[in-house]
Structure formats: structure tokens, C-alpha cells
């Protein structure tokens, strides 16, 4: 088989030049001077130069650059003639010497050589073997050189200096005069955008979404920097620990392009933008929404218990399960996830009415959880921890200020011991380094040694306490399962589940957090979810050593039991779901809802089941009037709402002719 005849030109050429950093222009591989080579290498052999392509700061071990991939389209197109690319080095063309030979060999298959200036060899094997040596050496100077900038750079970072050119979100670069007169980089707070990040922790913490806490921000024009929040963006900043002062310089290799272990980053102290305890508390919920760490769909479950319930017997947690009774009712039940997954002999079990177990809690967590003696009991408590908390703290602080004072005076003699010439460089650098790291690791901890509040004096008044239970009441047992399961999930650590009785263990700290809300201010924290949790976070930043107080309340299930059955004739259940969906749509032209899936998530519903419901208004108005006055004991079974989902498709004659017999019995 003949081979197909070169169409390269040996005469004709591509000039490449890089340089990795800009202070390389201003050495001898300067760019002008690179190419000024390249050219004068050309007019001595009579080459002509088809194209010259230039790269600007970037590293020579990526082969995904710009020019460096137009150069090589350019060689590859249909009908090229190029026989050479001419660089000043071999470095200059690749410095990593696997990707080099790959390349190299591309081009070499097609008849296009790489020719280096300074290192002009044969093109025979001899001449290829001498090639690889070089690239392996360009390989070796290259990883060399970037052990001693990561090294110079993280002793820079470790001076609390910042080596990015782009800050975490929050923060701005601030220029100042470095120890030798040099300009470094300061990492500031940017009252904005800190602003924006205590923001989304609020709502985060308050039972958002990610994605819904970005659409909220950027509704409000509150951008990250112009860019859209999304999803990615706000949990990227929830799990960056620059907000709690703590910034990491080389977290990522970004040679193998994978995160380097923990015990290898580089800590920067930088001021903080939220407390620790919002902070942690933020990882708490994240870790409890995560559905590859979390068993079940605790974040978005419609149970109002769902995550605080635990069997008694085992310790596991609870899971709904469901029976279907003779007529084709659904009955919900609470029972030991243990029991329903591997059987009695495992845990005995205990399975508890949805209804039931809810009412008993809300009831008893309204009424006696937090009673009038057990708040003044919890409010002397606080005092007495705060007091022996305080007196800590101040102590610790008072230590710490006395070290920081001492650094910085034996900072100051060795400044004047270098200025008049009495220390040597070696070792006056040597010791400034470990001085000004044993300062910023003082700092750091003053920073977080934070003195504590006081407890307000109105929490004392008998007003404050009868309003928190008020509070309680309408939260509780205002029927609202969207209010009532934030102030759960902030109120309550775990719900242990017996046979015959539940007990509640509450938070003792979180109930004290609510009550120094000002009355004034009682509508503003109610009018969103995040309101109330956000307030709790306020309160543990300022103060709070955690303290759990329990309740136990024994049920007796047969009366409750009973105490369902023997309920009053009820409205039946389609004129209920009838009413509910004018009630909602009411909501929705009046902007108090945003669409239904925002009423999904609020009642704990599919959008699906939402929108069915919201189709029974496309029924005529006469057979919704029907409807509306249906007698209290109607059976369920008469007119059910999947029976009149078919209709909703006909025109309203049609409707009518169908249900004619609907009018009779209203």
C-alpha cells in the first residue's frame, strides 16, 4: 500500500512564545524577546512564519489553552501546509513530559516537528531520545519550581496575606505595605456582601432550601457579584469556613485537580462574618437534608413529628406506616423503624395514630412543657450558668490580651534589633515567622473568646413569661402544621416513645432565646418561618451554654382513641377540599402565595394533589353551591373528589346534565 505524499511545507513555520507569569516578561524569556529569537532563527534559514501565537501568564503543564489549542486546529485543518512549529525551548512548547510526547508524536505522524531555538537537535532517534531527556528535565524543573512557590506562598498565607486574586464571597482585597515596603494583599470585610452571607444563614437555618433562600436573595437584588445565587453557590457558601474567620490557602491541587487532605491546608485568620453558632448550626441542617446521609425525607416530609421521634425500646427512630381499612380508608401510623424493617424479634413496637400522637404532642408542648414555675426555674438556672460562664470567659480573654501584648513586644525588639544591624537575616526571619503565627493564632482565638451578654432584665416580668406561652398557643394549636413544626423543630430535641407514654425533651436555652424576643417585635420574627430560628441564633451568638429540660406526659391511647371516634357529624370531606381550594386561591390573587408550589410545600401536599384541588373551581358555580351545602354526615362515598375530576374537562351543560341529582340531595 502506497503512502499517501506529505503536503507539508518544511519552509513554512508557527512561532509560539509563552511565558508563565508576568514577572517573566521582565527576565530574559521576556515574550518580545522570545519572538525576536524566533524570527531572526527564520530569516537565517529562509522560513516564512505563517502564524505567531502568544500566551500570557498561563502554566506550561495544561494542554487546554487557548492559543495552544487554535495552533494546533490551525496545523490539523484540511489543507495546511505547516511542516514546523519553532519555540525559543523546549519548555516553552510543554512542560509536562507525558503531554509533551503525546503531542509531539501527534504532529510528528502528520509531518509537522517542534524545533527549539537554543536546542536545535537531529530528527532521528538519537535526536528524539536527546528530546526526551530535555522534557523530562523541563518536567522536573517544573514540579521543582512549584514546591518553592507553594512553599513562599504558604508562608505568606500563614503572615495573613492573601495569595488569590478573587476573595471569598464577603470579603474584599485590601492593599497594604508588607514588612519590607512591598504591597500585600489584606482580606477585608465588604459591609455588603457580609451583609448578604449572615442574610442567607438566616434563612438557611430557618427551614430554606438552597435553591429557594437564591431565588429569595435575588428577588431582593441581593446578587453574588452580579451573578445569579443558585442552588450551588448558596450551599458553597454555607460550607466555607472564611465566614467564621477561619480562610484556607491551598485547599486544591490544582495540577491533579483533586482537594489536598485537610492537615495540608494553610489557615488564614480573617475576620469573621457570622457566629459559630450560626455556623454550626447551618452544617447541622445541611447534614440533616442530605439524603445520602439521612434516612428518609426529613427536610420535606409532611409529618409534623418527622426527625424528633425515638422508640423507647430501641433507640431508633420512627417512620409513618399506613393500613388500609375495609371501606378503603388510609389510617397513618407512627412505629419503631427497627420493628417495621426486621420484625418483633428485634423491637417489640409500638404503633401510634399520626392524629393521636400529634394532638397529645402540640397539646401538652402548649400547655405544660414550659410552664410559669418551670420558666422562672429555667431563668435561675441561666443566671447561675451565665455567671460562672462569664466569669470563664473574662478570665480567658484577660489571659489571652496579657500573650498577644507580649508577641507583640518581642515583635517589636526584634525590629530594632534588625534595624540596627545586631541580628543576623537568617535568623531574625526564622523567628518573625514563628512569632507571627503564634500571634495570629492568639487572635484568632480572642476573636472567638467573646464576651458574654447579660440576660435582658424584662425577662423577669410577668408579662414576658405569659406572652411566650401565649406564643406557644397560637404556634401550637392555631392549626397552622407550617408554624407549628419550625417552632418544633427549634423547641424540641428528641420525643422518646413508649407504650403508654411519650417524654419530650426540650431545650431549655432555645425556650429562653424566644422569650427575649420584645413584644414589639413578635409580629416581625412571626411573619416568616426563618423569623424564629433566626432569633434563637441571635440569642446563642451572645450568650447561651445549652440546657435541656424534660417532660414526660402519660396518654392513655383507648381514650384518645375514643375520643376520636365519638366526633360530631362532620362537613363532608369534598366540601371541605372545596373550600380549602377557594381559600387558596384567594391567597394567590391576593400575592399572599407565590404559586402552588409554594402551597405545596406549605401544607405538606404533591403539587399534583394542589392542583387538582385547585380544578374543582372549574366546576359551574350551581354545582359548587351544591356542594358547599351538602348536610354535616353526607356519606364519603357519595360525591368524592377523584370522582369529579373527569368532569372538569366538560363544558358547564355538560356538568350539570351529570350531576342533576346533586341539587336534590343538597
Same mark, same amino acid.
Not at 519590607?180 to 434563612?203: C, I, M, P, W
Given at each position: 500500500?502506497?503512502?499517501?505524499?506529505?503536503?507539508?511545507?518544511?519552509?513554512?513555520?508557527?512561532?509560539?512564545?509563552?511565558?508563565?507569569?508576568?514577572?517573566?516578561?521582565?527576565?530574559?524569556?521576556?515574550?518580545?524577546?522570545?519572538?525576536?529569537?524566533?524570527?531572526?532563527?527564520?530569516?537565517?534559514?529562509?522560513?516564512?512564519?505563517?502564524?505567531?501565537?502568544?500566551?500570557?501568564?498561563?502554566?506550561?503543564?495544561?494542554?487546554?489553552?487557548?492559543?495552544?489549542?487554535?495552533?494546533?486546529?490551525?496545523?490539523?485543518?484540511? /489543507?495546511?501546509?505547516?511542516?514546523?512549529?519553532?519555540?525559543?525551548?523546549?519548555?516553552?512548547?510543554?512542560?509536562?513530559?507525558?503531554?509533551?510526547?503525546?503531542?509531539?508524536?501527534?504532529?510528528?505522524?502528520?509531518?509537522?516537528?517542534?524545533?527549539?531555538?537554543?536546542?536545535?537537535?537531529?530528527?532521528?532517534?538519537?535526536?528524539?531520545?536527546? *528530546?526526551?531527556?530535555?522534557?523530562?528535565?523541563?518536567? $522536573?524543573?517544573?514540579?521543582?519550581?512549584? @514546591?518553592?512557590?507553594?512553599?513562599?506562598?504558604?508562608?505568606?498565607?500563614?503572615?495573613?496575606?492573601?495569595?488569590?486574586?478573587?476573595?471569598?464571597?464577603?470579603?474584599?482585597?485590601?492593599?497594604?505595605?508588607?514588612?519590607?515596603?512591598?504591597?500585600?494583599?489584606?482580606?477585608?470585610?465588604?459591609?455588603? *456582601?457580609?451583609?448578604?452571607?449572615?442574610?442567607?444563614?438566616?434563612?438557611?437555618?430557618?427551614?430554606?432550601?438552597?435553591?429557594?433562600?437564591?431565588?429569595?436573595?435575588?428577588?431582593?437584588?441581593?446578587?453574588?457579584?452580579?451573578? $445569579?445565587?443558585?442552588?450551588?453557590?448558596?450551599?458553597?457558601?454555607?460550607?466555607?469556613?472564611?465566614?467564621?474567620?477561619?480562610?484556607?490557602?491551598?485547599?486544591?491541587?490544582?495540577?491533579?485537580?483533586?482537594?489536598?487532605?485537610?492537615?495540608?491546608?494553610?489557615?488564614?485568620?480573617?475576620?469573621?462574618?457570622?457566629?459559630?453558632?450560626?455556623?454550626?448550626?447551618?452544617?447541622?441542617?445541611?447534614?440533616?437534608?442530605?439524603?445520602?446521609?439521612?434516612?428518609?425525607?426529613?427536610?420535606?416530609?409532611?409529618?409534623?413529628?418527622?426527625?424528633?421521634?425515638?422508640?423507647?425500646?430501641?433507640?431508633?427512630?420512627?417512620?409513618?406506616?399506613?393500613?388500609?381499612?375495609?371501606?378503603?380508608?388510609?389510617?397513618?401510623?407512627?412505629?419503631?423503624?427497627?420493628?417495621?424493617?426486621?420484625?418483633?424479634?428485634?423491637?417489640?413496637?409500638?404503633?401510634?395514630?399520626?392524629?393521636?400522637?400529634?394532638?397529645?404532642?402540640?397539646?401538652?408542648?402548649?400547655?405544660?412543657?414550659?410552664?410559669?414555675?418551670?420558666?422562672?426555674?429555667?431563668?435561675?438556672?441561666?443566671?447561675?450558668?451565665?455567671?460562672?460562664?462569664?466569669?470563664?470567659?473574662?478570665?480567658?480573654?484577660?489571659?489571652?490580651?496579657?500573650?498577644?501584648?507580649?508577641?507583640?513586644?518581642?515583635?517589636?525588639?526584634?525590629?530594632?534589633?534588625?534595624?540596627?544591624?545586631?541580628?543576623?537575616?537568617?535568623?531574625?526571619?526564622?523567628?518573625?515567622?514563628? %512569632?507571627?503565627?503564634?500571634?495570629? *493564632?492568639?487572635? /484568632? %482565638?480572642?476573636?472567638?473568646?467573646?464576651?458574654?451578654?447579660?440576660?435582658?432584665?424584662?425577662?423577669?416580668?410577668?408579662?414576658?413569661?405569659?406572652?411566650?406561652?401565649?406564643?406557644?398557643?397560637?404556634?401550637?394549636?392555631?392549626?397552622?402544621?407550617?408554624?407549628?413544626?419550625?417552632?418544633?423543630?427549634?423547641?424540641?430535641?428528641?420525643?422518646?416513645?413508649?407504650?403508654?407514654?411519650?417524654?419530650?425533651?426540650?431545650?431549655?436555652?432555645?425556650?429562653?432565646?424566644?422569650?427575649?424576643?420584645?413584644?414589639?417585635?413578635?409580629?416581625?420574627?412571626?411573619?416568616?418561618?426563618?423569623?424564629?430560628?433566626?432569633? @434563637?441564633?441571635?440569642?446563642?451568638?451572645?450568650?447561651?451554654?445549652?440546657?435541656? @429540660?424534660?417532660?414526660?406526659?402519660?396518654?392513655?391511647?383507648?381514650?384518645?382513641?375514643?375520643?376520636?371516634?365519638?366526633?360530631?357529624?362532620?362537613?363532608?370531606?369534598?366540601?371541605?377540599?372545596?373550600?380549602?381550594?377557594?381559600?387558596?386561591?384567594?391567597?394567590?390573587?391576593?400575592?399572599?402565595?407565590?404559586?402552588?408550589?409554594?402551597?405545596?410545600?406549605?401544607?405538606?401536599?404533591?403539587?399534583?394533589?394542589? /392542583?387538582?384541588?385547585?380544578?374543582?373551581?372549574?366546576?359551574?358555580?350551581?354545582?359548587?353551591?351544591?356542594?358547599?351545602?351538602?348536610?354535616? /354526615?353526607?356519606?364519603?362515598?357519595?360525591?368524592?373528589?377523584?370522582?369529579?375530576?373527569?368532569?372538569?374537562?366538560?363544558?358547564?351543560?355538560?356538568?350539570?346534565?351529570?350531576?342533576?341529582?346533586?341539587?336534590?340531595?343538597?
Amino acid at each position: 500500500m502506497k503512502r499517501r505524499p506529505s503536503t507539508r511545507n518544511a519552509n513554512e513555520v508557527f512561532a509560539r512564545a509563552r511565558v508563565s507569569t508576568t514577572e517573566q516578561a521582565e527576565r530574559d524569556l521576556s515574550l518580545p524577546a522570545q519572538l525576536e529569537a524566533i524570527r531572526r532563527y527564520a530569516r537565517e534559514r529562509e522560513l516564512t512564519i505563517a502564524g505567531e501565537y502568544v500566551e500570557r501568564g498561563v502554566t506550561g503543564t495544561d494542554d487546554n489553552r487557548p492559543q495552544f489549542q487554535r495552533m494546533l486546529g490551525a496545523i490539523m485543518k484540511p /489543507g495546511s501546509t505547516v511542516g514546523a512549529v519553532v519555540v525559543i525551548h523546549t519548555s516553552r512548547f510543554m512542560r509536562d513530559a507525558l503531554k509533551a510526547r503525546l503531542h509531539k508524536e501527534s504532529l510528528r505522524r502528520i509531518g509537522v516537528r517542534v524545533v527549539a531555538v537554543q536546542q536545535e537537535l537531529s530528527d532521528d532517534p538519537t535526536g528524539r531520545f536527546t *528530546e526526551g531527556v530535555m522534557e523530562l528535565i523541563d518536567h $522536573l524543573e517544573s514540579e521543582t519550581n512549584g @514546591v518553592r512557590v507553594r512553599a513562599a506562598m504558604g508562608e505568606n498565607a500563614r503572615r495573613g496575606f492573601f495569595n488569590g486574586s478573587r476573595p471569598p464571597f464577603g470579603f474584599r482585597i485590601d492593599k497594604r505595605p508588607g514588612p519590607r515596603g512591598e504591597s500585600k494583599n489584606h482580606l477585608v470585610v465588604d459591609a455588603a *456582601e457580609a451583609e448578604t452571607v449572615r442574610e442567607l444563614f438566616r434563612l438557611y437555618v430557618g427551614g430554606r432550601g438552597a435553591k429557594s433562600v437564591g431565588a429569595d436573595l435575588n428577588q431582593r437584588g441581593l446578587l453574588q457579584r452580579r451573578t $445569579l445565587w443558585h442552588r450551588d453557590l448558596v450551599l458553597k457558601v454555607i460550607a466555607d469556613e472564611a465566614a467564621v474567620g477561619r480562610y484556607f490557602w491551598g485547599r486544591r491541587d490544582s495540577r491533579r485537580k483533586v482537594e489536598r487532605p485537610r492537615e495540608d491546608w494553610v489557615p488564614m485568620a480573617v475576620p469573621r462574618l457570622v457566629d459559630d453558632e450560626l455556623f454550626e448550626l447551618a452544617q447541622r441542617v445541611r447534614a440533616q437534608r442530605d439524603p445520602g446521609k439521612v434516612v428518609g425525607r426529613l427536610s420535606s416530609s409532611p409529618l409534623l413529628l418527622a426527625g424528633l421521634l425515638r422508640c423507647a425500646q430501641c433507640g431508633d427512630s420512627c417512620q409513618l406506616e399506613t393500613a388500609t381499612g375495609k371501606r378503603g380508608t388510609t389510617y397513618r401510623y407512627y412505629n419503631c423503624r427497627t420493628f417495621s424493617r426486621s420484625g418483633r424479634s428485634a423491637c417489640p413496637g409500638h404503633r401510634i395514630s399520626v392524629d393521636v400522637l400529634d394532638r397529645a404532642v402540640l397539646t401538652h408542648a402548649a400547655e405544660q412543657l414550659f410552664t410559669a414555675e418551670r420558666r422562672r426555674e429555667i431563668l435561675r438556672d441561666f443566671v447561675e450558668a451565665q455567671g460562672v460562664l462569664r466569669q470563664k470567659t473574662t478570665e480567658q480573654r484577660r489571659v489571652l490580651e496579657r500573650e498577644r501584648d507580649e508577641i507583640q513586644r518581642r515583635l517589636e525588639r526584634w525590629y530594632e534589633l534588625i534595624e540596627s544591624g545586631r541580628a543576623g537575616e537568617a535568623d531574625a526571619v526564622q523567628r518573625l515567622r514563628e %512569632l507571627h503565627a503564634k500571634l495570629g *493564632e492568639v487572635e /484568632g %482565638l480572642l476573636e472567638k473568646v467573646k464576651p458574654l451578654h447579660a440576660l435582658p432584665p424584662y425577662l423577669y416580668r410577668p408579662e414576658t413569661i405569659e406572652r411566650f406561652q401565649e406564643r406557644l398557643r397560637s404556634a401550637f394549636l392555631s392549626g397552622d402544621s407550617g408554624v407549628a413544626r419550625v417552632y418544633l423543630r427549634q423547641l424540641i430535641d428528641r420525643i422518646v416513645v413508649g407504650p403508654d407514654t411519650i417524654t419530650i425533651e426540650a431545650r431549655a436555652d432555645a425556650a429562653v432565646a424566644l422569650m427575649a424576643i420584645p413584644g414589639g417585635a413578635i409580629a416581625q420574627h412571626e411573619s416568616t418561618d426563618a423569623g424564629v430560628l433566626a432569633h @434563637v441564633v441571635d440569642w446563642h451568638a451572645n450568650w447561651v451554654p445549652r440546657m435541656n @429540660v424534660r417532660s414526660a406526659v402519660a396518654i392513655d391511647l383507648p381514650q384518645e382513641r375514643k375520643g376520636c371516634d365519638s366526633k360530631p357529624l362532620s362537613t363532608p370531606l369534598v366540601s371541605r377540599l372545596l373550600a380549602k381550594a377557594e381559600q387558596w386561591q384567594s391567597e394567590i390573587d391576593r400575592g399572599e402565595v407565590r404559586n402552588r408550589a409554594q402551597l405545596a410545600r406549605r401544607e405538606g401536599l404533591s403539587q399534583v394533589y394542589v /392542583g387538582h384541588l385547585l380544578g374543582l373551581l372549574r366546576l359551574h358555580p350551581r354545582i359548587r353551591a351544591a356542594i358547599a351545602a351538602l348536610p354535616p /354526615g353526607t356519606p364519603p362515598r357519595l360525591l368524592t373528589e377523584r370522582r369529579l375530576r373527569p368532569l372538569l374537562k366538560l363544558p358547564w351543560e355538560a356538568q350539570l346534565a351529570q350531576l342533576r341529582w346533586l341539587s336534590r340531595v343538597a
